[in-house]
């Protein structure tokens, strides 16, 4: 009992030095760490007095528990004073630096005084004199002209700043120096200055955008058109009449050249043995140079003959009229209607282009081991999808871009999608609709088994790699507009970059118009019935 009434007292007594450990804050609002000292001494000279012996073991635990409150709170004054004192060391350095700023503007203001004097120069008068407004302005152009960087203190921007110290006539012209840096282009690897100036200027450290590649192109001919390529859908009763007509057209009027696939060749001399001056090539060796003999290639279809027509081309893609003869028709904006009227204006010229941009992909056996590349490349205007197919199983893919880790797919399978592609596959599969001039690959995943995975659009200098890895439980399967399937086993990759060659496909109107026209027209978007006038209206506005 006499054990257990001294401790009481002595709680009373620690519960005082606790109010005295918060009253005795300095001022700076530091706990004072001599007040906790004694608290700690207290206990401990308590615990020597009292007779732990014999005493029970609720109050061992007791006095350990206050013990330990003590320690605790020495701990908290020492981690404040700690603070304190760094930051008396920040508030040296601090008027240190002011110091060595208001130095160098002294001297900067006596250099611009000595060059003011001696070429009487009245732009640095005006420098001198010049109001304190907050403001950042250009003046190294200025002053290098004038004479008054002639000890190289202002080699940037300057910025005069009010708000330093309005009253001290050192900080009324403060001068603080931009950090320079330079812009390197880097471009498949290479670091070289081969394209930036079509691109960003940096003059003196400012960046501007001078060209942007979504800018409208127009196709002005330089020499008349002598050759054109006419690729038209298959089993279309609708097409093979208008295929007659324009072939008709355009050898007996415009005095043109026309090729056609061997198929449409054989339909053309079934019809008349007249059509034998259309021109055809015999085996598929022969399309790897129709690019330099075709100054136009015209499509009689839908949205698949156009892909179709730019899958013939493994490199540049002469220009291509889109006429539409199919359901959807989103890049064939052309009417068969007119096809007389459309040709004429086409090669007559200029006529508004759009330049689609492609993917080029690579399939890499067994990615691990070989970097090489082992198969032909893939070149899509629409997509690439690599999926699941006949397995059942979710689709496992690792998907890098350059170097670094995107995510893993885990669904049935993911999407690389141009921006022309943006309204068709991607876009049944919740990407965004993006305009076809904007560079970029669309990374949209289809049906994935999280509920965070948001599609996503890369820039366009990026290399995606996808991988099928090698604990993945089945194959994945690789399409390219749809077509070509090429399967991949666990170890293969999937390269997939820009190709430096886009499918220029004439306008209607001009890039902008024609997409916007598709989206209206092809997809409805956005389709609501106007809201009438007649109903209720806020009377206050
Ligand atoms: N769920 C889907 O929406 C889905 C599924 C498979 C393939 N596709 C698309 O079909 C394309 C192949 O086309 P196809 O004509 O050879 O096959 P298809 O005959 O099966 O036609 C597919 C449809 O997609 C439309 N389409 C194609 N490219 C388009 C584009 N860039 N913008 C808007 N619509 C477009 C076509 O007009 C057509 O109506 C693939 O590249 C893929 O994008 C879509
Ligand atoms: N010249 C061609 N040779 C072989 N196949 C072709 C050719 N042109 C188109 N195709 C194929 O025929 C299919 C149908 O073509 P297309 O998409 O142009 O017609 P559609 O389906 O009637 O039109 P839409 O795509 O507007 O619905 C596509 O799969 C396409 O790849």
Known sequence: MAAGRRLISFC??????????????????????????????AVEELLQQTPVAGMDEHLIEFSEALRTVAKALRRAAEGKASAQAEAAEWKRRYELERTRNIQMEQKARMAEQFSAEKNGDIDCERVKNSDNQSMLQNE????????????????HEVLRDRESDSNSNADRNKIMRKASF?????????????????????????ITTAERSSKQISLKWESDPQTVLILTKPNSVSVRILCVQMVRWLRERKKLNVYVEPRVKVELLAESSNFSYVQTWKDDSEISHLHMKVDLVITLGGD?????????????????????????????????????????????????ITLRHRLLCRVVRDAAKNEYETEEPFLVLNEVTIDRGISSYLTNLECYCDNSFVT??????????????????????????????????????????????????????????????????????ASFDGKDRKLLAAGDALLCSMAPWPVPTACQVDSTNDFLRSIHDGLHWNLRKTQSFDGPRDRDL
């Not at 013939?312 to 006429?323: A, E």
């Not at 965004?432 to 088994?449: A, R």
Request: hydrophobic share 35%; net charge negative.
């Open 12 to 41: 009373d007594s620690f519960g005082h030095e606790e109010a005295s450990v918060s009253c005795s804050k300095p001022e700076n609002g530091c706990v004072d760490s001599l007040s906790i000292f004694h608290s700690e001494k």
């Open 140 to 155: 190294s152009n200025e002053h290098s002209e004038t004479g008054c960087m002639k000890h190289g203190i202002w080699s």
């Open 182 to 206: 330079k812009l390197s282009w880097w471009c498949n690897g290479e670091n070289g200055d081969q394209h930036k100036h079509d691109i960003v200027s940096f003059e003196r450290g400012n």
């Open 304 to 352: 698949g003959t156009v892909l179709w027509a730019a899958s013939m081309f493994k490199g540049p893609v002469p220009p291509i009229v889109p006429f539409s003869l199919g359901s959807l028709g989103f890049m064939t904006p052309f009417h068969s209607e007119h096809f007389k009227d459309c040709l004429d204006s086409v090669l007559r010229g200029p006529i508004s």
């Open 408 to 477: 893993c797919v885990q669904g049935d399978g993911l999407i690389l999608s141009t921006t022309s592609g943006s309204t068709a596959y991607s876009l049944a599969a919740g990407g965004s609709m993006v305009h076809p001039q904007v560079p970029g690959i669309l990374f949209t995943p289809i049906c994935p088994h999280s509920l965070s995975f948001r599609p996503l659009i890369l820039p366009e200098h990026v290399t995606v790699r996808i991988m099928v890895p090698f604990n993945s439980r089945s194959p994945a399967w």
